[in-house]
């Protein structure tokens, strides 16, 4: 009786050949140089794409471009779009560009405006509009997107609109809220609500806050609430902060307190200035000024303005920040002279 000192064929279909995959797919080192060694003596390309793929997932780049490579080699052209996305994903998009293009004529329009992406990546807009257009050709989505994109810079805001609502037509949240955008600057609030709806949908949640907006533009209430929340829900910052202003002007204190401490957690500095007032009314001081700080250090005048005129702000500070506030535009009146402060210096210019 014979015995086979072969390692199982990956083909076969057997529990071995199957065994041996998921192994690798776990990432087994062993594993992994076994079904190399078989990819290899059988010149299967699909087995060396699948390792050059687990050795991505694994981050090995290295091995994952040896292996994808020899897929290619082996007629697996596929896998020039794996090397590209590989390459595109480090910014070397030259690279990027070398696989692309050698499946360039298979008309895959995803692949097509890949190519104009990495071109504009690398700032040469003629030849990302080259590929974009040849994309478009094949009601590539985002190919139609950047095409619109650049129209619009070019200032031709017909053949921009045109282009997006072939994009939108064909799939892209960013051209249905780009329409919506550009009927929105028009006035025109029911088609703006009609894009921005699309979008929203799709889960963009700029749409939903501008949704919001024209809701609010109308002095529907309910409405602008109801899209402000969503929005806000979903981590947008201005929605959260409008949300306080709202909630302000109801005299709801609770509700303004929550989301503004909301937007303020996200970055919003007015609302950090709004929740050093609300903490300040309540008589925490300390954490009113931690937030007044905050609000002042990222450029809120009136935050500068109120740290000025506390009776703890020395005077040197105190007259720093009240110049700040004003150079931004902001009306703040001088602070009261501090407690043993050192008078102020005589502005008059002196005469000889």
Not at 66 to 93: P, R
Not at 198 to 211: I, K, P, R, T
Request: glycine share 8%; with cysteine.
């Amino acid at each position: 009786m014979s015995t086979n000192n072969q390692p199982s064929d990956t083909k076969g279909g057997n529990d071995d050949g199957r065994n041996l995959v998921q192994a690798a797919e776990q990432g087994d080192p062993e594993a992994l140089q076994l079904l190399g060694w078989i990819c290899k003596q059988q010149g299967d390309p699909e087995g060396m794409r699948l390792l050059g793929s687990l050795y991505k997932k694994q981050d090995d780049d290295d091995n994952a471009v040896l292996w994808l490579t020899q897929a290619v080699e082996h007629g697996k052209m596929e896998a020039c779009e794996d090397l590209g996305q590989l390459f595109y994903n480090k910014e070397q998009f030259d690279k990027a560009i070398h696989w692309w293009t050698k499946i360039a004529d298979r008309d895959n329009p995803a692949v097509l405006a890949l190519i104009g992406n990495s071109f504009h990546q690398k700032g040469d807009t003629e030849q990302a509009a080259h590929w974009w257009t040849k994309a478009a050709a094949f009601d590539s989505p985002e190919a139609l997107f950047n095409l619109g994109l650049i129209a619009d810079q070019k200032g031709d805001s017909a053949q921009a609109l045109k282009l997006w609502t072939q994009a939108a037509n064909n799939g892209s949240t960013e051209a249905c809220l780009e329409i919506g955008l550009s009927m929105h600057k028009q006035g025109d609030f029911d088609q703006a609500a009609h894009w921005y709806l699309q979008a929203a949908a799709n889960g963009d949640v700029s749409a939903m806050y501008n949704l919001g907006l024209v809701f609010h533009e109308q002095g529907n209430e309910e409405q602008t609430e109801s899209w402000w929340t969503l929005a806000a829900n979903h981590g947008n910052r201005d929605a959260m902060y409008n949300l306080g202003c709202i909630f302000g002007e109801k005299g709801d204190k609770d509700q303004s307190f929550h989301w503004f401490s909301q937007a303020a957690e996200h970055g919003e500095f007015r609302a950090m200035n709004n929740l050093g007032d609300m903490l300040s009314e309540r008589g925490d001081k300390v954490q009113a000024m931690k937030w007044w700080a905050e609000s002042a250090s990222l450029g809120d005048p009136r935050a500068m303005c109120t740290i000025a005129h506390l009776k703890d702000t020395p005077q040197d500070v105190a007259l720093r920040l009240v110049r700040k506030a004003r150079s931004v535009g902001f009306e703040c009146p001088d602070p009261e002279p501090k407690a043993g402060a050192a008078p102020a210096p005589n502005q008059t210019k002196r005469t000889v």
